[in-house]
């Protein structure tokens, strides 16, 4: 399976809310040696931005939402660790904290900014979620 068709399964998965699936994808993207970081700028955001597209217009609801996120969530657990293996020796570029904020338990696009931060040298201290402004 090309490296285009490994993506776009990725994206599909995580547009649908299968959690196990896009699990499954994300392993077989990167173990078939697709970059982390196009899984995550060319399947993982842009079903993101779908589904949070859909979910503005009323096309689907919060349960679908969430399921996606879940997705996403658990596809970023294996792509996560292998940006940060290829940029061990970069230098840092900076630190940044990041949270999302008290009332909000959906970490999806914290996770996503989070990536990209990493891969693009910085460290990342991630505070979690619903975190209050004295943390």
Same mark, same amino acid.
């Given at each position: ?13 995580? !547009? ?6 896009? &699990?499954?994808?994300?392993? *077989? ?25 859909? @979910?503005?217009?009323? &096309? !689907? ?12 969530? $658990? $596809?970023?657990? *294996?792509?996560?660790? *292998?940006?940060?293996?290829? &940029?061990?020796?970069? $230098?840092?570029?900076? /630190?940044? !904290?990041?949270? /999302?904020? @008290?009332? &909000? ?12 931060? !990493?891969?693009?040298? @910085? ?13």
């Amino acid at each position: 399976m090309d490296h285009s068709m490994l993506i776009k399964e990725l994206e599909k998965a995580v !547009v649908e809310g299968e959690e196990a699936l896009a &699990d499954e994808a994300a392993q *077989r993207a990167l173990g078939a040696g697709v970059d982390p970081m196009a899984l995550i700028k060319n399947a993982i955001q842009p079903a993101m931005n779908q589904i949070g597209t859909a @979910f503005d217009c009323g &096309d !689907v609801f919060l349960p679908e939402l969430i399921r996606a996120g879940d997705a996403g969530k $658990a $596809a970023l657990k *294996r792509i996560i660790p *292998r940006l940060s293996a290829a &940029d061990a020796s970069a $230098a840092q570029a900076g /630190t940044v !904290v990041i949270a /999302t904020m @008290f009332g &909000d338990n959906h970490d999806i696009r914290k996770n996503v900014v989070s990536a990209l931060l !990493v891969a693009n040298g @910085f460290k990342v201290i991630d505070a979690g979620i619903n975190c209050t402004p004295k943390m």
